[in-house]
């Protein structure tokens, strides 16, 4: 079985301050780690991922993240946030024996001017 | 990235009546999509899985029946709402794989149907 959490239902910063955003994980495997972005009645954008190697990934709009395999950990980072950062981001965890994608709850941003 | 289109954004529609989501991949092939319902303010819900040519994976809880999908060619799964209800109202949101082994899924826009 395959979970993520996002521990936080929000996160608020000012603009120009660093962003994180949390996640842990739980697979039986070797995990494939993934950052998803949605905007109001929108789909979803990739951000990045984690396969393999490098524990830290950079991605899209001044995105990283942090793959550390001790804590279970794939927190998602932005040193200086925007204002149209603003959105809904979601961490999801794919077992690379498994198909299907499990996505945490979401983590509303706020960056405030 | 590669580009899943959804269509349609927007649908309103009336008790009893039934509505189909169309998904496609525009520029890849795409063997495996799937089927999220998403309540607001709330995390994806995977539906179902479609492969190409063969009936799709319902999750558990998910009335194959009231919620059918077609795969029929490697770029374009259906999603039809049978005999909707106001509980039915919801936001629904397809992804995509590619055929080759790529590990991101791709997300269509998504269809915010409302039943009234």
């Known amino acids: 079985a395959q979970s993520v959490a996002q521990p936080e239902d929000q996160v608020n910063v000012a603009e120009g301050n660093p962003l994180t955003v949390k996640c842990t994980y739980s697979?039986?495997?070797?995990?494939?780690l993934f950052w998803y972005v949605q905007y109001p009645n929108r789909g979803l954008q990739f951000l990045l991922k984690?396969?393999?190697?490098?524990?830290l990934v950079k991605g899209s709009y001044g995105f990283e993240a942090e793959f550390n395999k001790s804590q279970t950990s794939f927190h998602l980072k932005k040193p200086s946030a925007l204002v149209s950062d603003s959105a809904l981001y979601f961490c999801?965890?794919?077992?690379?024996?498994?198909?299907?994608?499990?996505f945490g709850a979401g983590t509303t941003v706020t960056v405030r001017a | 990235g590669a580009v899943v289109s959804q269509h349609p954004s927007r649908v309103i529609c009336k008790s009893g009546t039934s509505v189909k989501i169309e998904c496609r991949s525009l520029?890849?092939?795409?063997?495996?999509m799937f089927w999220y319902r998403q309540f607001p303010k709330q995390s994806l819900m995977l539906m179902a899985t479609?492969?190409?040519?063969?009936?799709?994976?319902?999750e558990q809880g998910v009335e194959k029946d009231k919620f059918l999908i077609n795969h029929a060619s490697l770029t374009l799964s259906t999603l039809t709402v049978t005999s909707a209800h106001p509980e039915d109202s919801s936001f629904y949101i397809c992804?995509?794989?590619?055929?080759?082994?790529?590990?991101?899924?791709?997300f269509g826009q998504g269809t915010r149907l409302t039943v009234v």
């Open positions: 984690y396969i393999t190697g490098d524990n």
């Open positions: 992804s995509a794989r590619l055929r080759t082994e790529v590990t991101e899924a791709f």
């Open positions: 697979v039986s495997g070797n995990p494939y």
């Open positions: 999801a965890v794919r077992d690379i024996g498994d198909y299907k994608l499990s």
């Open positions: 479609s492969n190409e040519g063969s009936k799709a994976t319902y």
């Open positions: 520029d890849f092939q795409a063997t495996t």
